[in-house]
């Protein structure tokens, strides 16, 4: 059964610039592998880039090379598996439609590499995709408006002489800011793509960082690492951007799934988003 707190007609396959923001699933791409970013206890999709299973299509997903789901319409099978410590029980669906992996519940535990193979009877040729999901936990969790500024606190009161602080971002897990006082760096970068050109802010006492003018590109995750010789510190934050506060409240939906499901493709596709729309 299939529950609906609120429920908004949206198109999913709209792009991020087009004024929503999902808080339960980043998907970017990093070296042919998907990086999906989900928030503990929430779901995510795996889509398997079929808009419908035809007749003779074979589809394995496997988490870290065990398999997790199978379909196979030849031979009637339709199944999920749980792995031998049963990581997975209860959390495993799949789209009757796409073959799409639905992951509900989601718990640190399921993070890892998801590999999904497509082949067909009649072909020698098989699909590959690889997914790298990552669970959050909800303590660094941010929600901002587009156009505004935010900023990642570091936890520390003050910057010690032998602290090494690195910025990282999600988007080709590329170094956007570090500070070493050692070496007498400090500095702020654009990113791989350039995406952060003119942005950042780095706080010379506490090393916090600042995004300013912040724009829906720049959802995802973030990663904080000091080092030195008193402290080692690791922190995550997940920002997502909106693009208007008042209507975030309006447009909320949430799924939540229970007992066995039966999804049709819209459905399984819109699980857990969290969009706002202009």
């Not at 520390?156 to 070496?183: C, F, L, M, P, Y």
Request: hydrophobic letters at 35%; one cysteine or more; proline letters at 1%.
């Amino acid at each position: 059964m299939l529950n609906i707190v609120k429920l908004l007609k949206v198109n999913v396959f709209a792009d991020s610039q087009k004024h929503f923001c999902s808080l339960g699933v980043l998907d970017l791409a990093s070296d042919g592998v998907k990086v999906v970013s989900v928030m503990e206890r929430d779901s995510v999709v795996l889509p398997s880039g079929l808009s419908k299973i035809q007749r003779e299509d074979q589809i394995t997903w496997k988490f870290k090379g065990t398999l997790i789901a199978e379909i196979n319409q030849t031979a009637g099978i339709f199944s999920t598996y749980d792995v031998l410590d049963g990581r997975f029980r209860y959390r495993l669906h799949l789209n009757n439609q796409t073959g799409s992996l639905i992951i509900t519940n989601v718990k640190p535990k399921i993070s890892g590499l998801y590999e999904i193979n497509i082949s067909k009877s009649s072909s020698r040729y098989t699909t590959h995709k690889t997914f790298n999901v990552t669970s959050i936990d909800g303590e660094n969790r941010l929600s901002v408006m587009e156009g505004t500024s935010v900023t990642l606190e570091s936890g520390v009161s003050e910057i010690h002489t032998d602290d090494v602080i690195v910025w990282r971002s999600e988007h080709g897990d590329s170094i956007i800011a570090k500070i070493d006082r050692g070496t007498k760096v400090f500095t702020t970068l654009d990113g791989a793509d350039g995406r952060y050109s003119g942005t950042l802010e780095l706080d010379s006492k506490t090393g916090s960082l600042t995004i300013r003018h912040i724009r829906t590109k720049h959802t995802g995750l973030y990663h904080l690492d000091i080092t030195g010789n008193r402290r080692t510190v690791f922190k995550r934050f997940f920002i997502s951007v909106c693009c208007d506060a008042d209507k975030i409240d309006d447009w909320f939906i949430f799924f939540s799934l229970q007992h066995r499901i039966g999804l049709d493709m819209l459905w399984s596709e819109l699980l857990l988003l969290f969009c706002c729309w202009s």
